[in-house]
C-alpha cells in the first residue's frame, strides 16, 4: 500500500477543498493517506511517504503562503528527496497563477518528480476538482 502525504495552508477554504478532492481519491484508490494543515505536519510526514503532494494560494507577490508554509517548504532544500514523486496545488486570485510554476520549478530543484500541478482562480470548477481527484489517483499509483 502506498504512502501518500497532503500538506497544505488555507486560509480562504479553496485550497482545502482541493486537498480533501485528493485524499479522497488517493484513499479511494489504495493509498494510506495522511492530510496535514501545515501547522500540524512534520518533515517526517514527507520523508516517510510515497508521494507528496503540497497546497497553498498565492500570496505576497506571487510567493507560497510565507509565514508556515514558506519555512516548511524550505526544510525540504538539503534532504535527499531521491525523485519523490510531488503534485502541486493551490489557488490565486488577482495574479495569473505564475507562482505554481515558480514554486514547481523550486520542487524539482529540490529533488522531487514533480508530476502534475494544479493552480485555481479563486474557488475550483468542477473541473478542476475532478482534475484534483485525477491527481490523487496518480499519487496512489
Request: glycine content about 8%.
Amino acid at each position: 500500500m502506498k504512502k501518500v502525504s497532503i500538506i497544505y495552508w488555507s486560509n480562504g477554504g479553496n485550497v482545502e477543498v482541493l486537498a480533501d478532492a485528493i485524499a479522497a481519491s488517493a484513499t479511494e484508490n489504495g493509498a494510506q493517506v495522511t492530510i496535514k494543515h501545515v501547522t500540524d505536519a512534520t518533515v517526517e510526514d514527507v520523508m516517510n511517504a510515497d508521494s507528496v503532494a503540497f497546497g497553498s494560494p498565492s500570496m505576497d507577490n506571487n510567493r507560497i503562503e510565507q509565514q508556515e508554509m514558506e519555512p516548511y517548504i524550505n526544510q525540504f532544500k538539503l534532504l535527499p528527496n531521491n525523485g519523490k514523486k510531488l503534485v502541486l496545488f493551490g489557488s490565486y486570485g488577482w495574479d495569473e497563477g505564475q507562482f505554481i510554476i515558480d514554486w514547481s520549478d523550486r520542487m524539482k530543484d529540490y529533488g522531487f518528480d514533480v508530476i502534475d500541478i494544479l493552480a485555481v482562480k479563486e474557488s475550483p470548477s468542477d473541473a478542476q476538482i475532478e482534475k484534483a481527484k485525477m491527481l490523487g489517483e496518480q499519487l496512489a499509483k
